[in-house]
């Protein structure tokens, strides 16, 4: 015998691996074991194949790579003794998955063995088919799978049974074959053989609408008898749990009965009676009895309605949410959520409860309650609701804060009954958990503050006490530094006092004081520095007392690395310091910010892109474009305000400069409009606060006027880099995020059709029955995301109805699916149908793109599907 | 690669969103069926994998029903021996976790967990969890780790006779303790068949 390949027992082996004190020791041993093993491989040892399978399969449970030990099983598995067999199948199972491609070499042992003599031979066959099987080896040994479901010994049929299962999800054609086969299933007595049986049609009428009308007909009053029987049967020792004959049955009999009835009045009426007898006549006081009636519920809800059945099941669920057993109360509350859209009223009666389970210590259960209180509000109960919310969000723990904030922001953004309770409860919500708050949200903020004229006084007052409070929140701080910058006045003249408000005193110097100390605190990022540069240049104007101070704040920044708050330092210094006269205007109040395009730009926002250059070919590097963009957006945001006074422009230089940069984004205002989602809300707030019909009458006069000053463009280099030559008409590659962003806005209409290169039509898929085409078109300036029109086409005779495409892909790709131009695909080419899909690509540049399509169709009333994937995409999307 | 989701005009969502957001959009007015309830996906696996954790998170039993590469089973396995074994005793016994529901029982020093869908009955798993503890202790003798450890394979076979394709496939403890029983006396025969052919020649050749 080889002295190298006899090596230990698998005994000692798991014994000195369990001694190895440390990782490396166990590599150690590890290697030396594989190493041997190897050896053993390839001198084609058989006395110890079966150990050293063993051993690989306990080397691949601790993660270690064993791929070397394939073969090995196929040859364990191919050798006659049962032993053999038998490990050489765990082996299969385990060191294989379904995507090797050794497993097809396996197929014809598994074909021999499902027709061996020896019925435990059969059983291992069977059960690795059941695991690992692909849809090759479906196809290939479905009727072998078939002929044992009729054979004689009930264990194999059960096996049978479950591996048709995994038959008919890998090749979903196969299952007409098995309707009969599995129908006579539900008449067997044998519990193993019925269990399977009625999990098997259960399965087959989810893939097949055929199987589903034939069980529907021919065997629902044969499961509710079935069910009826083992309600009611005797004591039976073998399948007893907890009192209850075989729950694991009656599980499967509720679950095959749910998939019957739903959609059809006639079964649900037929099974109305036992459901009411499970729900009413089981014990729940054992895990096994409530599993039943957990599923009773789930199923009385699914059939059609009957009303008294419905109100049985809430009063199961009551019961559950009141339990103290904590897996209780979790499916409790899984199900109501799923109650909740065919009786709204009766949950909102344990709304109590459930507000109590968001507290719960356990998180699984806070989880699923945040959820469900999120779908019970509705207007009339807004209030309280959130009110429970946000103070339990004061003692959350911090991990729920991120997900429970987000539920507060938008319940309250959904339903607020009046401007000032939204404006309360989001300031509640900002000094509580403000870094939890997302962009969209604390923007929408602001941009409802700006519209409640008569509540600016009230806003900035109690953001003023709160920053006293809380002013460790971020992005509390950044709202309440733009309400004073943009309100400072009512502020210290108390403007607008609401009855309700508390008197408060507040000097200018307190005012400026909030922002200096904003501006200093070391955890503020550029974002919030650059908004409170903006707000104390406006307090400059709102209280010239405290310009020389403000100046001095001012001034610090003229030395930071950072180049946008450095320039604009340097900019808002001149014009504290010396040009006192036009300060006034040029830092007027914000006009009132357009609600609706907010929200509508916000709802159609694609999360992914930040850039503000859409309109712009080069490609701006995400991050540059987002830090960069909120502060050169506050110099706009300046030029913006001072359009409707055109008077204050005289011959300044400054007010030439801002029109020169306004001037060609106004008049694009427009046309960018529509492709501008998802740009940063702060521009949006801008392109907004320049009304259309004023900007659009001052555009030649601006255009005009800057191009006739020289003075205007000289400063403008001085200032700003050699940005924008009178707009922007030439652009140099390579210039700065500044000049990028007014190239945005350039008025070149031409632009976008040039935009990228354009990418060939593709065959997506192509079948003996169906062409899919696929052509490729770019958003303008947005690498990211490509729009596919897809184009099917029939190859066949006869017309295609219920014509369906999905299409999955990886998960650094996002997809959205536009409806489709039509249903209904004419015979042989005469028309197709065309799909829309947008697909964004986070790896764009790294990865290209690929999809798993799956189209399904009626072709003379039967159910057609295909699928395919697609891996030819052109580079570069 | 997949996450074999696929996506439809009618339930527009993007895969990567997490599943809770699917939930809501398909209650809010996404697809539904008649009665209000999601349809039924196709592809509705019960158990996806079964895995066996210590609660120094050694792995000590691993069966995967649904497609997971090698690298993804490790990432699988570690991110959710992080998220069970943190848990507190009293707690419900579910996780929630990608999109799906891991099921969880801990008995003396080793995790039991199952995943399924999140439409499944997590009752329902408990259940099968305790049918198969109660089988591995009446075939191991009140079964303890080092058992499972040393005796791997067996509590795979016991679990290949109690599930098939993430499906249950007996609910009788005794059918399967005879099952297992049968086929560990053919291995038995095999052994004592060889170990006499064994002797025989060895005596021949004396």
């Known amino acids: ?877 | 690669m997949f996450d074999n989701r696929y996506v439809t005009e009618k339930n527009n969502l993007d895969l990567v969103l997490s599943k809770k957001y699917k939930m809501l959009k398909s209650i809010g007015g996404g697809r539904r069926s008649i009665t209000g309830i999601p349809s039924p996906k196709i592809d509705t696996i019960m158990i996806h994998f079964v895995l066996l954790i210590s609660r120094q998170g050694k792995v000590r039993l691993t069966k995967w029903y649904s497609p997971y590469s090698q690298k993804e089973r490790t990432k699988v396995i570690r991110e959710l021996s992080g998220l069970i074994l943190t848990r507190g005793p009293k707690l419900c016994n579910f996780v929630e976790w990608r999109g799906y529901k891991v099921v969880y029982k801990r008995y003396a020093s080793l995790y039991f967990c199952m995943c399924i869908d999140e439409e499944d009955n997590e009752l329902e798993v408990l259940e099968i969890i305790h049918h198969f503890v109660e089988i591995l202790d009446r075939y191991f003798g009140s079964v303890c780790e080092l058992d499972l450890i040393f005796n791997f394979h067996k509590a795979y076979y016991i679990l290949d006779e109690l599930l098939i394709a993430g499906e249950l496939q007996e609910s009788s403890k005794k059918t399967v303790a005879r099952l297992i029983a049968a086929q560990d006396a053919l291995v038995e025969a095999a052994k004592e068949q060889a170990s006499s052919l064994s002797t025989i020649i060895a005596q021949a050749t004396k």
């Open chain 1, 1 to 877: 015998m080889n002295p190298f390949s006899s090596g230990t027992r698998l005994r000692d082996m798991i014994r000195s691996i369990r001694a190895c004190k440390t990782a490396a020791e166990e590599r150690a041993v590890v290697r030396k074991e594989c190493a041997a093993i190897r050896a053993a491989i390839s001198e084609n040892d058989q006395d110890y194949r079966h150990r050293n399978l063993a051993k690989l399969m306990f080397i691949h449970m601790l993660g270690y790579p064993t791929h070397f030990g394939q073969m090995e099983c196929l040859k364990s598995i191919a050798s006659p003794g049962f032993p053999e067999k038998r490990i050489g199948y765990l082996g299969l199972m385990l060191l294989l998955d379904e995507r090797q491609e050794v497993l097809m070499l396996v197929t014809n042992s598994i074909k021999q063995d499902l027709n061996h003599t020896n019925q435990y031979i059969v059983g291992l066959a069977l059960c690795a088919l059941g695991n690992i099987c692909s849809a090759e080896m479906a196809r290939d040994l479905a009727p072998e799978v078939e002929r044992l479901l009729q054979f004689r010994d009930p264990n194999i049929r059960k096996k049978a049974a479950l591996c048709t299962i995994r038959i008919i999800r890998k090749v979903p054609d196969l299952a007409e074959n098995f309707i009969n086969s599995a129908a006579s299933l539900l008449k067997e007595k044998h519990h193993g053989v019925l269990l399977t049986g009625v999990q098997l049609c259960t399965d087959l009428c989810k893939v097949s609408s055929e199987a589903l009308e034939y069980f529907r007909k021919k065997c629902t009053e044969g499961v509710v008898k079935v069910l009826k029987d083992l309600a009611n049967s005797p004591y039976a020792p073998e399948y007893d749990i907890a009192g209850i004959t075989d729950p694991f049955l009656h599980i499967r009999l509720l679950k095959f009965l749910r998939v019957l009835g739903q959609g059809d009045v006639d079964t649900s009426d037929c099974m109305n009676d036992i459901l009411a007898q499970v729900a009413t006549k089981t014990e729940s006081n054992k895990n096994a009895g409530n599993a039943i009636l957990y599923e009773c519920v789930a199923t009385i809800m699914s059939i059609e309605d009957n009303g008294g059945l419905r109100v049985l099941a809430i009063n199961i669920l009551g019961r559950f949410l009141s339990n103290r057993d904590n897996n209780i109360r979790y499916v409790a509350l899984n199900m109501l959520m799923r109650a909740i859209t065919v009786d709204s009223q009766a949950v909102q009666r344990h709304r109590a409860t459930i507000l109590e389970c968001v507290k719960d210590s356990d998180a699984s259960i806070r989880k699923r309650a945040l959820e469900l209180v999120y779908l019970l509000v509705n207007e009339s109960n807004v209030k309280p609701l959130t009110k429970e919310l946000i103070d339990y969000l004061e003692v959350s723990e911090p991990e729920f804060r991120g997900d429970l904030t987000a539920k507060i922001c938008s319940i309250v953004e959904k339903f607020s009954p009046e401007k000032i309770w939204y404006i309360d409860q989001m300031l509640k919500v900002l000094s509580e958990a403000g870094n939890y708050v997302k962009d969209d949200v604390w923007h929408a903020l602001i941009v409802v503050i700006t519209n409640a004229s008569n509540l600016h006084g009230y806003a900035v007052r109690s953001l003023y006490r709160l920053v006293q409070t809380a002013g460790d929140q971020e992005i509390l701080i950044r709202v309440a530094v733009w309400c004073i910058g943009e309100y400072g006045d009512m502020l210290v003249n108390n403007t607008g006092f609401l009855d309700m408000e508390e008197p408060i005193t507040v000097t200018e110097s307190d005012a400026v004081d909030v922002v200096e100390t904003a501006i200093k605190r070391h955890s503020s990022d550029l974002t919030s520095r650059a908004m409170c540069l903006v707000a104390l240049l406006k307090l400059s104007s709102r209280f010239p007392s405290c310009s020389v101070r403000i100046n001095n704040i001012i001034v610090q920044y003229k030395g930071s690395l950072v180049l946008e708050l450095q320039q604009r330092a340097l900019e808002f210094g001149a014009i504290v310091d010396k040009h006192q006269n036009i300060r006034s205007t040029l830092v007027e109040r914000m006009p009132v910010l357009d609600e609706a395009t907010y929200s509508g730009r916000r709802a159609g926002s694609v999360p992914t892109v930040v850039s503000t250059s859409q309109g712009t070919p080069i490609n701006l590097p995400n991050g540059v474009a987002k830090t960069t963009s909120a502060p050169l957006v506050d110099l706009l945001d300046l030029s913006s305000d001072d359009v409707p006074v055109p008077s204050s422009s005289g011959g300044d230089f400054l007010q030439d400069l801002l029109g020169v940069d306004l001037s060609p984004s106004s008049s694009q205002t427009d046309t960018n409009q529509a492709q501008k989602r998802g740009t940063d809300v702060l521009l949006d707030l801008l392109s907004i606060g320049t009304p259309p019909a004023q900007s659009n009458s001052s555009i030649p006069d601006m255009v005009s006027s800057s191009q006739d000053s020289k003075s205007a463009i000289n400063v403008l280099e001085q200032l700003s880099s050699p940005s924008a030559p009178a707009g922007g008409v030439s652009t140099p590659p390579g210039s700065s995020s500044m000049m990028d962003l007014l190239d945005g806005f350039a008025p070149n209409p031409s632009k976008p059709e040039n935009n990228g290169p354009a990418y060939p039509s593709i065959v997506a898929f192509e079948s003996s029955t169906l062409k899919v085409t696929f052509n490729f078109s770019k958003q303008p300036g947005n690498q990211q995301t490509t729009i596919i029109e897809a184009n099917f086409s029939n190859k066949t005779f006869d017309a295609y109805t219920d014509f369906i495409f999905q299409a999955a892909v990886p998960k650094f790709l996002q997809l959205h699916l536009d409806p489709a131009s039509s249903n209904t695909l004419p015979a042989s080419g005469n028309g197709s149908i065309s799909q829309k899909l947008r697909i964004t690509n986070s790896q764009h540049g790294k990865k290209s793109l690929v999809m798993r399509i799956r189209i399904g169709y009626k072709l003379n009333s039967k159910d057609v599907l295909e699928d395919g994937q697609i891996n030819n995409f052109p580079r570069g999307l």
